[in-house]
């Protein structure tokens, strides 16, 4: 029993959060009240604003804010012609962070899965064919997770560049560095094994 | 680098949580705008009211956007005369679990740190000696943590109840029920001995 129904309903909104259970929301309430409540406004204000605002880009179908994505707009990208194809918007955060990659994106909002109502058209391959055709891209990268559909759906894709005559390729799958051989599982392994490379 | 200002914005705000680092924001976020936009929005409504509501009870001093505080407006718990004080109001939480009491509460909302500038004043030991004065109480149970200052506010507040001549007691301290012995720190177990119980 809550001395608040208002701390009640707090702790139970906290909950929608990922990771969050019974015990951590209890935490997070005590802790704004306690000692952030500025933050707690200041959180309050910015998830209005993010949930009723943040739509999908025009061009790549990520989250932003405005028609197009910063990534899409911006010019030194758009000349690179290399397109990378990615599940989630999460994904593009990740390859930003290695520095290794300059071109633009394409987020699918997640993979072909038929048996779930997820065919081409809802991870908007329509939108990617029509770019494909009067965008001019040099080459397009496959980065979908290499799990079943995120290959299947890499497969689907590759189809489609194939046919326009677009370069196409799909991101290594191996063991990871710093990995040790002996704890790798054997799909990894026999991935690393296929695309092994040539010393030279 | 994120595709959109808003985004990050969310992800910085989100950081007020206690235990939420970048990679947790991040989850969040994703987390909202791809499959719960409207718990999201509930988050912020609720957010917003318990930070500007929520305030302490008048008897209590716990966290309740009344004037008083479910408990204290109880009149069966009124009815017992016993009052447990505690440091924070998660305190309460805790012991109301386990059904064992079912008196009335003081939360100091800390403890004495004449270091840091925390006196009787700023725990609320003027409106607890008040309310001592002019209620009745059969006795006061003291439930502040086993730390020196924890122990040192309990000892300070046992001083008030015996001038006034009101029955206190402090709960037991010794090894948690589960634990084993042998694991069991020095100070714990040195406490089990001193509060040792005789069988008749």
Redesign the interface.
């Known amino acids: 029993?809550?001395?608040?129904?208002?701390?009640e309903?707090?702790i139970e909104?906290?909950r929608?959060?990922?990771?969050v259970g019974p015990k951590?929301a209890?935490?997070?309430?005590?802790?704004?009240?306690?000692r952030?409540?500025s933050?707690?406004?200041?959180?309050?204000?910015?998830?209005?604003?993010?949930?009723?605002?943040?739509g999908h880009?025009e061009q790549c179908r990520?989250?932003?804010?405005?028609d197009v994505?910063?990534?899409c707009c911006n010019p030194r990208r758009q000349n690179t012609g290399l397109l990378c194809v990615v599940e989630?918007?999460?994904d593009?955060?990740a390859i930003?962070q290695t520095g290794q990659f300059s071109g633009r994106y394409f987020v699918l909002?997640g993979h072909l899965s038929p048996l779930d109502g997820i065919g081409p058209k809802e991870i908007g391959l329509d939108l990617l064919q029509h770019r494909l055709e009067t965008e001019s891209f040099t080459e397009v990268i496959l980065a979908t997770n290499p799990t079943i559909e995120g290959d299947a759906t890499a497969n689907y894709i590759a189809e489609i560049c194939l046919q326009l005559g677009i370069k196409v390729s799909r991101i290594a799958h191996g063991i990871p560095v710093g990995g040790e051989l002996e704890m790798v599982d054997g799909t990894t392994l026999t991935h690393s094994f296929i695309g092994r490379r040539q010393i030279e």
């Open positions: 029993m809550q001395t608040s129904p208002l701390l309903n707090l909104a906290l929608c959060l990922p990771g951590s209890q935490r997070m309430a005590y802790h704004l009240l306690q952030d409540r933050g707690g406004m200041a959180l309050s204000r910015v998830l209005t604003e993010a949930m009723s605002q943040i880009c990520t989250f932003t804010e405005e994505c910063t990534i989630m918007p999460a593009i955060q930003e909002m």
